[in-house]
């Protein structure tokens, strides 16, 4: 077998490290970009080198933006007494792909962790609590994911806000549409049965 190329071989390297892929899909990868490389590969470098560039995190929320604010914070119509709070922009991008939710978010930056050493202090906790206060926020969603730690972050936001006057809520969890119980875990089942509502 051939030696593969040495700056091909780091280009797979650094490719390998994404979510998603591991050595071989980065091979793949690397071999499709490099047979694209005119209508693919250049414009995807360019791309590239404009967001490394240009991308910041949004001095309000944490959002992924070009500017000092992201587009939602920067919008008036946004400012509707309402911040939805979530782990990372990702789950900010899957909250606005519902359309659903018309005020602002807060993106924390993970959640707490003793085993990995993540305390209230890494996490962007206080910037969320000095906003509810300068905002004068009515409401906070906690769309936090339903796992211990996502729990447990939760709570602690629940109690450090608990002086600000604003209403806590979380995401109602439970059966999805379209889900039928036979797949669905226990914890699921338990806990839409718990958030049952009147028919």
């Not at 892929?21 to 490099?34: C, D, E, F, N, V």
């Not at 602002?104 to 206080?126: F, K, M, N, Q, W």
């Not at 059966?175 to 009147?198: M, Q």
Request: charged share 25%; aromatic share 4%.
């Amino acid at each position: 077998m051939a030696d593969i190329p040495r700056d091909i071989e780091a280009l797979i390297d650094l490719m390998a490290r994404l979510p998603g892929l591991g050595p071989r899909s980065a091979r793949r990868a690397a071999l499709h970009l490099i047979k694209k490389r005119g209508p693919l590969m250049q414009p995807l470098a360019e791309a590239m080198a404009e967001v490394a560039a240009s991308a910041r995190e949004c001095l309000n929320c944490g959002n992924i933006c070009t500017g000092d604010l992201c587009d939602i914070c920067a919008d008036p119509a946004r400012a509707n007494g309402q911040i939805c709070v979530v782990e990372d922009v990702a789950d900010l991008w899957a909250m606005e792909r519902g359309h659903a939710f018309a005020g602002r978010y807060h993106v924390l930056g993970g959640t707490l962790s003793a085993l990995d050493d993540i305390g209230p202090e890494t996490l962007r906790i206080p910037k969320l609590k000095d906003r509810v206060v300068s905002e004068s926020a009515s409401e906070v969603i906690l769309a936090l994911n339903a796992t211990v730690d996502g729990q447990t972050t939760a709570h602690y936001i629940a109690d450090e806000l608990a002086g600000t006057g604003a209403t806590i809520t979380s995401l109602a969890q439970g059966v999805p549409i379209g889900g039928e119980l036979d797949y669905l875990d226990d914890g699921t089942i338990s806990a839409a049965l718990k958030a049952r509502k009147s028919f």
